[in-house]
């Protein structure tokens, strides 16, 4: 997050930010910040400091008082001045001040480490009518399952992977590509035991003979199957192509479109070995 903020330098590469961008930043030190303000100023001219208003995604102007009032601060706490609010309250402060601010990209780093459940409820609520982007980092998948819609998952060897849809769906995927994996394991283990068992006469004898040549029938279907692959892949591209650039925003639609996802991509794992198995007694 600081690296995209400019905060910090990437050690390789480099960040560009479009012109029109504004970067709106809840990061997880803003105490500091708001240490260094004049706890005496009251909290309607801290607010009032950064915007009189804000415009909202249906174009509603919201007043900063409104804004506190939507956030939980009452008219009499408004006027209060910093110093007497907890820190739970600054930092609901500090978010508001971000929010004020108009951005229309906004940054949320662990916000559910330092507001409350009645915040975050006024906050997921806020986020389902912002009209821009929203990057959130979080280890609290219900947050993130009410607020995002797409995941950038870190995997081996600092590859970044994009996945549609909330955490829950982006888990039910990563389990069912492990089942997968771990059915393929044992299934090339089995494999391997069953050919060790083999005798070695049995292999000296099975060396001699040469591979049978292909039937009429197995000519056919080898020919089908060198069509039909390439086929199948190109369905594929286009699949992912809609679930990674342009995914459906309904969940049900998005699941639906990685249960054919799984389904083709199993049809090709078939359909090429047994492409192999022709091609070694056709060359």
């Known amino acids: 997050m600081d690296i995209i903020t400019g905060r910090i330098q990437p050690d390789a590469g480099k960040i560009e930010i479009g012109s029109t961008i504004y970067i709106g930043y809840f990061d997880q030190h803003s105490e500091d910040l708001l240490e260094a303000l004049n706890q005496n100023q009251r909290v309607i001219d801290y607010l009032k400091d950064v915007a009189e208003y804000v415009t909202t995604a249906d174009g509603t102007l919201i007043s900063a008082s409104q804004m506190l009032e939507r956030f939980l601060f009452p008219p009499t706490q408004q006027y209060a001045p910093i110093h007497k609010l ?4 600054k930092r609901r402060l500090f978010l508001l001040q971000v ?5 229309n990209v906004l940054i949320l780093d662990e916000p559910t480490n330092d507001l409350d459940v009645q915040t975050l409820a006024v906050l997921e609520e806020y986020l389902e009518g912002f009209n821009g982007c929203v990057i ?7 947050f993130l399952d009410r607020s995002v819609d797409k995941i950038f998952a870190f995997e081996s060897e600092g590859k970044v992977r994009q996945y549609p849809g909330n955490y829950s769906l982006y888990i039910d995927y990563k389990r069912e590509e492990e089942a997968k994996l771990a059915q393929q394991m044992a299934q090339t283990q089995g494999k391997k035991a069953e050919s060790s068992k083999v005798e070695p006469s049995t292999k000296k004898s099975s060396s001699n003979n040469k591979p049978r040549r292909l039937s009429n029938w197995e000519r056919r279907e080898f020919d089908q199957l060198e069509s039909q692959i390439p086929q199948l892949e190109a369905q594929k591209a286009e699949l992912e192509k809609t679930l990674y650039q342009s995914p459906p925003k309904n969940t049900s639609e998005v699941q639906a479109l990685y249960q054919t996802l799984e389904a083709l ?9 047994r492409w192999m198995e022709l091609a070694e007694r056709e060359f």
Do not use: C, F
């Open 86 to 89: 907890s820190g739970g309250e």
């Open 99 to 103: 929010l004020m601010s108009s951005p």
């Open 136 to 142: 959130i980092v979080s280890h609290d998948r219900y």
């Open 265 to 273: 991509t199993q049809e090709i794992d078939t359909a090429t070995e």
